[in-house]
C-alpha cells in the first residue's frame, strides 16, 4: 500500500460539474485497472496542477476574463511547451 505523508497541505474546496468529476473517477479506476493503484480525486486533481506547473513560463494569463479563455491559454501554453522541445 502506497503512503503519502499530507503534512503541510492545505484543504482546498472546488466545485465542479458532475462529468468533471466522473472523469476524475474512471482515471482513478483506470490506473487501478492498469495495474496500478486506484487514484483519489485529489491525487488526481494535484498531478494535474503540477503538470500545469510545468508550461507555467509558457502561459499568458494577461486579460483571462474567464475559466473558458484560461483554458484555451492553458491548451496553447502546451503546445509552445511541445514545440520548444
Known amino acids: ?3 503519502t505523508s499530507r503534512a503541510g497541505y492545505y484543504r482546498v474546496q472546488a466545485t465542479m460539474p ?3 468529476t466522473e472523469w476524475l473517477e474512471k482515471i482513478g ?3 487501478k485497472a492498469s495495474g496500478g493503484y486506484k487514484l483519489s480525486k ?3 486533481i494535484r498531478s494535474s496542477l ?4 510545468y ?3 509558457h502561459l499568458d494569463v494577461t486579460e483571462v ?3 473558458v479563455e484560461l483554458k484555451k491559454r492553458i491548451l ?3 503546445e509552445k511547451r511541445r514545440a520548444t522541445q
Request: proline share 4%; with cysteine.
Open 76 to 78: 496553447a501554453a502546451f
Open 50 to 53: 503540477e503538470a500545469l506547473r
Open 18 to 20: 458532475p462529468e468533471l
Open 42 to 44: 485529489c491525487e488526481i
Open 65 to 67: 476574463r474567464d475559466e
Open 55 to 57: 508550461v507555467e513560463n
Open 29 to 31: 479506476a483506470k490506473c
Open 1 to 3: 500500500m502506497k503512503t
